[in-house]
Structure formats: structure tokens, C-alpha cells
Nanobody
Framework: QVQLVESGGGLVQAGGSLRLSCAAS????????VGWFRQAPGKEREFVAV????????DYANSVKGRFTISKDNAQNTLYLQMSSLKAEDTAVYFC????????????????????WGQGTQVTVSS
């Protein structure tokens, strides 16, 4: 049974920083493309940051580029999202995701390409 558990969300003032963590059990991240998505009230879930299985390739939504950083710690089997210069529009529930495909060396952008999801962690940015 694969389980992803996010943590690190909370309430922060605009301009502040947070680091989200996603711990995996039942599966390692070493051979998985991974990503962070978010969903604001009344909106669809959107991609925020994605990484190849090696971590050598990453990409970000234009809205967070230069402010967020995705990283993997394969030894700890944990995925991170470092968020800085937070804005009110970053307020959302943030989800981590992992693919079960072990041979793919690229990155996935679409929700349907991910097989495992965490339960989400709320990030609220006050202006």
C-alpha cells in the first residue's frame, strides 16, 4: 500500500515562506516522477512544480517560477516544496503526487499521469 503524507502547511503572511514535505511509505521516490499540485476553492487542481525521477529535471508553473523550489531526498524518501515570497493567490490545498511508472525519465504535467496522491495540506497566505 502506497501512502503519501504531506505536512508543513499553515497560515503565513504575504511575503513569508513555508516548506512543505511529502513522506512516502510503501514505495520509494527514487524511481518516480513526482509533483506538487494545488487546488483553490472553486478552482480545478493545477500543477505547481514537477520533477523527474532523478531530480535532474524540474519545471514550475509560471505563477510560482522563481519563488518555489521542488526537491527530492531519496535517502529520506521525502519530497519537498520550498515556497518563498508567498502571495495571497498562493492560498490553496497543496497535494504531492507520484507516478508508478519506473522507466520514465521525463516529467509529467497532467494530474492523470500521477497514480499516488497525498491527502493535501492547507496553505493560507494573508495579505
Amino acid at each position: 500500500q502506497v501512502q503519501l503524507v504531506e505536512s508543513g502547511g499553515g497560515l503565513v503572511q504575504a511575503g513569508g515562506s513555508l516548506r512543505l514535505s511529502c513522506a512516502a511509505s510503501g514505495r520509494t521516490f527514487i524511481n518516480s516522477a513526482v509533483g506538487w499540485f494545488r487546488q483553490a476553492p472553486g478552482k480545478e487542481r493545477e500543477f505547481v512544480a514537477v520533477s523527474s525521477r532523478s531530480g535532474g529535471r524540474t519545471d514550475y508553473a509560471n505563477s510560482v517560477k522563481g519563488r518555489f523550489t521542488i526537491s527530492k531526498d531519496n535517502a529520506q524518501n521525502t519530497l519537498y516544496l520550498q515556497m518563498s515570497s508567498l502571495k495571497a493567490e498562493d492560498t490553496a490545498v497543496y497535494f504531492c503526487a507520484a507516478s508508478k511508472e519506473t522507466f520514465y525519465t521525463g516529467i509529467y504535467y497532467r494530474r492523470t499521469e500521477y497514480d499516488y496522491w497525498g491527502q493535501g495540506t492547507q496553505v493560507t497566505v494573508s495579505s
